[in-house]
Nanobody, 116 residues
Framework: QVHFVESGGGLVQPGGSLRLSCGAS???????AGWYRQSPGKQRELVAG???????NYADSVKGRFSISRDNAKNTVYLQMNSLKPEDTAVYYC???????????WGQGTQVTVSS
């Protein structure tokens, strides 16, 4: 199993930006990686995914504002979040996946709070 450590969250005003980082305990170069989020009372959802070849996909709610990337040499996946909205407030997690199935245990996540 791969273990993940997420970082980069914090408190930001609406319209602001954050960059999240996810370090993996070993190589994840050959598999899909994604950023998920969960807010109180809601199910965890995939907000951005990136394939082993670099193809990306996004939830409709974040298209045009979030950008996922990966640095295979560092076993790290990033999420650049711009034009943040209060509804982006959540704990953000990363994981590898095939379809709707996550492949590793969840990390501790990183809290993102968007508020004035």
């Amino acid at each position: 199993q791969v273990h993940f450590v997420e970082s980069g969250g914090g408190l930001v005003q609406p319209g602001g930006s954050l960059r999240l980082s996810c370090g993996a305990s070993r190589s994840i170069n050959s598999i899909n990686a994604g950023w998920y989020r969960q807010s109180p009372g809601k199910q965890r959802e995939l907000v951005a995914g990136i394939s082993s070849t670099g193809s990306t996909n996004y939830a409709d709610s974040v298209k045009g504002r979030f950008s996922i990337s990966r640095d295979n040499a560092k076993n790290t996946v990033y999420l650049q979040m711009n034009s943040l909205k209060p509804e982006d407030t959540a704990v953000y997690y990363c994981n590898t996946y095939i379809g709707k199935v996550q492949l590793s245990p969840w990390g501790q996540g990183t809290q993102v709070t968007v508020s004035s």
